[in-house]
């Protein structure tokens, strides 16, 4: 018999070697308390967290968590059924209509997931004979997405407008093509140029997707992404964002003027044939996305603290993924991932957890150390986060 498991065998290798040298599983921390947006204790220490993706700090927010118990205790713990059978209840209508708000957008359909968000639209509108043009950089949510569609896939150079223009002008003119885009890549924390790639797009016929996952909330004048930055968000065809990043729960959604877009929870499979957000949980998201539309003073700051860590990185020495702060993910370029691994665990010693993000997930086969700021650190904390990273380096020999 063929062992199904032998193509894992050099993933299964790698961690072994990697824990032999006795350094903890980074894959493996257990949070045994939680008690803010920015602190934890692992291991038994008090630890800041700067690598939760908790962006604006919604999770501890007294509204939000008022608005989930106050829905737990009427609509119960789950809904048992998908939005097309029992799984539609009132708050799933009302988280709805804050996402149409939250986006001046005529149409919105909230997802379990951020990930089958993605995996339902996407397979859903690309189908056999047509074609998805994707960043080779995309998430893994889009290359299934793209998979699950059965429609023929065209990778471009990361964020290279000439790359993507030229995949464009090959395509049959008459073939039903989708652009996949990223506004914030969430290796390196790079923005993609969306409106160049937008135009391009846009003069070649295509339709365009945008994945907001990493922007939304804080990016743009009013938090709706890289797309309201750039000042593309009106030739976009569809908005695809989740709300365990800065809406601080858990789920996705898709947003959209295109008039027929209602048909898509008819022809979604992920979204006909899963269980839907429980009550509290759609509750907590309606509550976080109204708050965020008020949200500048949080905005502000977090740039604040984006550009603070990042100065403060670069001038210690270390190599950073962006030569600019461009979001609230920092990447730190870590020489392999024996070192990376040494510098994750010095820094939990520290009493600062971030994330160790290694291949094939990161692009081209480096290591990082990603950081994810949080509206809800202090001034004070970034600079205690730096002397950690200082004390860290210096022991393992980085800088």
């Known amino acids: 018999m063929t062992d199904l498991f032998s193509k894992f065998d050099p993933l299964i ?4 070697e990697l824990l032999s040298t006795g350094v903890t599983d980074p894959f493996s921390l257990v949070m ?7 602190v934890a204790i692992c291991n038994g220490k008090e630890t800041i967290l700067l690598g939760t993706y908790n962006y604006m700090g919604m999770t501890f927010d007294e509204d939000v968590i008022a608005a989930g118990k106050d829905a737990l205790e009427k609509y119960g713990s789950g809904t048992t059924g998908s939005r097309v059978l029992n799984g539609t209840y009132q708050g799933h ?3 709805e209509e804050a996402l149409r708000e939250f986006y001046d957008m005529d149409h919105a359909m909230v997802f379990s997931t ?19 043009i ?9 290359y299934d997405g793209c998979a699950m569609g059965n429609a023929e896939t065209v990778p471009f150079r990361h964020n290279d407008v000439e790359a993507l223009e030229k995949r464009l002008k090959r395509l049959p003119a008459d073939a039903g093509k989708l652009v996949v885009l990223e506004g914030v890549y969430s290796m390196l924390g790079d923005l993609a140029p969306l409106k160049e790639m937008v135009r391009v797009s846009k003069e070649a016929g295509a339709m365009v997707l945008v994945d907001e996952a990493h922007s939304m909330g804080f990016i743009g004048e009013n938090g709706r992404g890289v797309c309201e930055e750039q000042g593309v968000i009106d030739d976009c065809d569809f908005i695809i964002g989740t709300f365990s990043k800065s809406v601080g729960t858990v789920g996705g959604f898709c947003v959209s003027n295109h008039p027929k877009f209602d048909v898509m929870r008819r022809v979604c499979r992920p979204y006909v044939f899963t269980a839907s957000l429980p009550p509290s949980v759609v509750a907590t998201a309606a509550t976080s996305i109204r708050k965020l539309m008020h949200g500048s003073n949080k905005r502000a700051h977090l740039w604040e603290n984006s550009k603070t860590l990042h100065g403060g990185l670069k001038a210690l020495g270390f190599e ?15 020489p392999d991932l024996a070192k990376g691994a040494m510098v994750w665990e010095a820094l939990l010693e520290e009493g600062l957890y971030v994330n160790l993000a290694i291949p094939p997930a990161t692009p ?15 001034s004070e904390q970034v600079q205690d986060i730096l002397g950690r990273f200082e004390r860290a380096g210096k022991a393992v020999g980085i800088i």
């Open 93 to 95: 209508k009302e988280c």
């Open 114 to 132: 951020g990930y089958q968000a993605n995996l339902g639209i996407i397979s859903a509108i690309a189908g056999k004979g047509d074609y998805v």
């Open 134 to 142: 994707i960043d080779i950089d995309s998430h893994a949510s889009i």
């Open 32 to 38: 045994e308390e939680v008690k803010s947006p920015t």
């Open 13 to 16: 290798q790698q961690r072994e």
């Open 364 to 378: 081209a086969g480096m290591t990082l150390l990603r950081c994810s700021l949080c509206a809800e650190h202090t």
């Open 320 to 334: 950073l993924g962006t030569e600019t702060p461009q979001s609230a993910i920092i990447a730190v370029i870590m």
